[in-house]
């Protein structure tokens, strides 16, 4: 039972060049995102996605795009990656279109560097 | 002022101590509460939801204040496995979609 998978693990990049992170869930949830988590501060959400087709900006989407074309995959794509940008990113996943009390399941992160 | 408030900590305690995070949290308007567990270097895992009558799963006890907009996370007989960061987390309707605020976390060392 795989539950949310991302790739890659690890990733250092220079400025100005493009990316994609992969989030893939097999949990058939509705719910998917993409958070930020930098040393001293919360989870910060990035975008997120309530079905196919649609997606929506979080707290911190600038420099960042996502798609949503099928149930299962969420990639993050940096256009232009920025020293600002590195961090360690979770993508996650929940059933339904609202918390509620349900848990948000994480992947294991992608630890991103740019030089 | 951030949205959540913790203690950053660490916390360290020995073996069988009782040990308690409290967070704070500024929107009254706020939904749901929850605690996540983060070991290092690692994903978020749901430890616990919050209740304003207060609940408790084992070891773990969790208190909402509303009025006060205060949650707390208590743990009895610490265990070295308890070694974590704590997150405290608010579900706040805003912007047009239900979002989770997380904290910065407090970190716990358990000692033998």
């Known amino acids: 039972n795989a539950g949310v998978t991302q790739t890659p693990k690890f990733q250092v990049l220079k400025t100005g060049q493009s990316m994609t992170l992969q989030c893939a869930q097999d949990m058939n949830h509705e719910y998917m995102s993409w958070y930020r988590q930098d040393p001293g501060m919360g989870l910060r959400l990035i975008h997120y996605?309530?079905?196919?087709?649609?997606?929506d900006q979080g707290e911190v989407p600038n420099g960042y795009n996502v798609s949503r074309s099928t149930t299962e995959d969420f990639p993050l794509r940096l256009l232009s990656a920025a020293p600002s940008q590195t961090s360690v990113y979770f993508c996650a996943s929940s059933p339904g279109t609202g918390y509620s009390n349900q848990p948000q399941h994480f992947g294991d992160g992608t630890r991103l560097s740019i030089l | 002022r951030k949205e959540v408030e913790q203690d950053p900590g660490p916390f360290n305690v020995p073996e069988g101590a009782t040990v308690a995070f409290n967070c704070t949290y500024s929107?009254?308007?706020?939904?749901?509460f929850f605690w996540y567990r983060q070991d290092c270097r690692k994903e978020p895992k749901l430890l616990m939801s919050v209740y304003s009558s207060g609940n408790e799963d084992g070891r773990f006890t969790a208190q909402l204040n509303r009025a006060s907009q205060y949650i707390s996370l208590l743990i009895r007989d610490s265990k070295l496995s308890d070694s974590a960061t704590y997150l405290c987390v608010v579900l706040l309707f805003s912007g047009g979609y239900n979002k989770l605020i997380f904290g910065a976390g407090t970190r716990l060392a358990v000692h033998p």
């Open positions: 929107n009254s308007a706020s939904q749901s």
């Open positions: 996605s309530v079905g196919a087709g649609i997606t």
